[in-house]
């Protein structure tokens, strides 16, 4: 397919980190978010990135911004487990229209098949507007394996990640039509939502 057909997106990426954003240490979500919404989407895309403290008020600016910058998908990455800093589910809750509760229950089945801990983990997918926002893990690794989901050693799928449904999700909310490479994450339609080349 002529990518230049294709719609283009604008995609909000928020790292949430105390020390990241004190510049402590370099971040490392904002790259692993960019690089691997780059390799799944065969979009042009725009990305808005945000590095930002763990502060409740100071994330929910940020998504609030970023919806009203017309970015169709916001993910953040960091600030979703249960220490006292950790806000971020807050923080998006505090501005969603509607939760959408399936997203946290797969991300946190998929973390269960590396570490026991995962039953720990806050992440939670929310509507605002015609945009969806969702809460990642914090490590690179995690982040990756959450939205690609679990393949076995020749390729095969054996867990669907969860952006396996997030283009439908966006479809279904009003927003831009995304074309994702199957060698990354094979999306599901049903057969009247998919798009024809045009």
Known sequence: MNTDKLDSIKIGIVSISDRASMGVYEDKGLPALKEWLSRALKN?????????PDEQPAISAALVDLVDAGCALVVTTGGTGPAPRDVTPEATLAVADREMPGFG?????????????????????VIRGKCLIINLPGQPKSIKETLEGLKDSEG??????IFAAVPYCIDLIGGPYMEADDSVCKVFRPKTAIRTAR
């Open 44 to 52: 042009p895309i725009t990305f808005e990135p945000r590095l930002i």
């Open 105 to 125: 229950e797969q991300m946190r089945q998929i973390s269960l098949h590396f570490v026991p801990t995962a039953i720990l983990s806050r992440q939670c997918a």
């Open 156 to 161: 095969k799928q054996l867990v669907a990640g």
